[in-house]
């Protein structure tokens, strides 16, 4: 059931992928979930254990990581590569590298020109997903001969775009736009939201908070706890003048909009955001969440689905739930399809 033509592309069960999450999403939950019959991104920090500048460094844990999912599953999976803007290039394409003499079957690429590596990729024979946030970028992805379309809406976790469109209206127009098959991302956390997808058009899923409120998930258990306990209107988004991200509310976003509504230079947001010195050493106020557990100034980054999830569970039962969910949505669609019929 709901085994889409994308799922017999990319070899998965069931429509659902986790997205990635930079260091968050590591081998042990991407191959969690594929095993499970999903398709699990590996995110393109996995496995860090301090910093880095040294794209060699990088290469070498993101080799060590796709080797470790290998281990662990032979089912098909996914790796995420940001392509960078400028100097930044020298890592994208050291990773890009990799990707390739790995054999890694799928790629998610995401911020940045999808002219980039999609032919070379594909011309290694890898399918090509690129994940954006507006029609125009849906359409620029597909005559760059990208596979796939992952079309994030401002639902969502983490970043998203300036464009700031929510998922439903993103996902329907973008399927309307492209030929190419679309997957949903941005507060879907469980069958009632994949179905939602379906019905929009596109052909799966990509949930990333409900794969953060997992046993595997490598963040720490404040964050856990408090996608558990949010509600609606749990999480804010900020930034604005910088590069837009969804995270819960608390004390550093509400400083932070203070700020930028009373009129701060770019320079002095990005100066206050820097200005965090938690934990006795120099660590970014995202790390100082997701890694330290700080709900108060930390960027802790999840999306409005995060009302919805009660439980941390493994991701194999995330995976079955919101399968079982999804039939027994269906079943009630058709049942009040027949007795409009009577
Ligand atoms: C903590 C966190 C980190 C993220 N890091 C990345 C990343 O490294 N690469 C990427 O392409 N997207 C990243 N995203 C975006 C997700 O891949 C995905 O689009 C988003 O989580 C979907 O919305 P949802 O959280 O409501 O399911 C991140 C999201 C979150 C919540």
């Known amino acids: 059931m709901f085994h889409t033509e994308l799922c017999r592309k990319i070899g998965m069960t069931y429509p659902i992928a986790q997205a990635p999450m930079n260091w968050a999403t590591d081998k042990n939950l991407v191959a969690a979930v594929s095993n499970a019959g999903g398709l699990g991104v590996l995110g393109p920090n996995a496995g860090i254990s301090k910093p880095t500048k040294d ?19 032979s089912k098909p999976f996914a790796v995420n590569i940001p392509i960078g803007r400028g100097h930044r290039r020298i890592y994208s394409d050291r990773l890009i590298d990799v990707v390739i003499d790995e054999d890694v079957p799928i790629v998610v690429t995401v911020t940045g020109s999808p002219q980039i ?32 379309v992952v079309a994030e809406g401002y639902d969502g976790g983490g970043h998203s775009g300036f464009d700031q469109i929510p998922t439903a209206s993103l996902v329907s127009q973008v399927v309307q736009n492209v030929k190419i098959p679309v997957v949903a991302a941005g507060g879907i956390v469980d069958g009632n939201g994949l179905i939602a997808a379906l019905a929009l058009g596109a052909q799966a899923v990509y949930m990333g908070t ?70 006795g050493y120099e660590i970014g106020r995202r790390p100082g969440a997701l890694k330290f ?13 995060a009302g919805q999830i009660k439980e941390i569970s493994p991701a194999k039962e995330v995976i079955i739930l919101t399968m079982h969910q999804a039939k027994e949505k269906l079943e009630r669609l058709n049942q009040l399809s027949l007795m409009s019929k009577k």
């Open 55 to 73: 794209p060699e460094l990088m290469a070498a844990r993101l080799k060590d990581q796709i080797r470790g999912i290998r281990e662990k599953t």
């Open 210 to 279: 409900r794969f953060m409120a997992t046993k595997e998930c490598p963040i720490h258990s404040n964050v856990k706890q408090a996608i558990v306990t949010a509600k609606d209107n749990s999480t804010v988004s900020w930034g604005k003048k910088i590069e837009i991200a969804r995270s819960l509310k608390n004390q550093f976003t509400e400083k932070y909009n203070e700020l930028e509504l009373a009129g701060f230079s770019l320079e002095e947001l990005k100066q206050f955001i820097r200005n965090y010195h938690k934990f």
């Open 293 to 305: 557990g700080d709900l108060e100034d930390g960027e802790v980054f999840f999306g409005t689905g």
């Open 117 to 148: 590596y999609t032919e070379r990729l594909k011309r290694a024979g890898i399918i090509v997903i690129h994940a954006i946030s507006s029609v125009y970028h849906a359409k620029k992805a597909e005559a760059c001969g990208v596979d796939i």
